[in-house]
């Protein structure tokens, strides 16, 4: 299982959403296509498929604010197909 699966399966999993590596999630959302704009703190993604808007800050520098993993937890199972999160 490769690095990305694993953090892939832990973002899903929602049980440790205080502990997600930043970095890890950024790299993911940019490997699944999204584009990113950063204004100040804020790490804006979107997609053409995609209706909603991923709007990041890092907590603490390095670890993802939970709500906000929910929130990207939420739209990666909203659109699981349409991402090919099967392929990861």
């Known amino acids: ?4 699966q694993k953090f892939l399966a832990q973002l899903l999993s929602a ?3 205080s502990n997600l590596d930043f970095a890890a999630l950024v790299n ?5 296509g999204f584009e990113q704009r950063i204004r100040g703190s804020h790490h804006l993604f ?8 991923i709007n990041l800050q890092p907590a603490n520098g390095s670890s993802v604010k939970p709500y906000q993993a929910k ?3 939420a739209v990666l199972l909203k ?10």
Do not use: A, C, D, P
């Open 79 to 88: 659109y699981h197909s349409t991402l090919g999160l099967e392929t990861i």
């Open 28 to 32: 993911l959302l940019l490997f699944l």
């Open 1 to 4: 299982m490769s690095q990305r």
């Open 15 to 17: 049980q440790n959403s």
């Open 71 to 73: 929130q990207v937890r």
């Open 46 to 53: 979107t997609k053409t498929v995609i209706e909603e808007i």
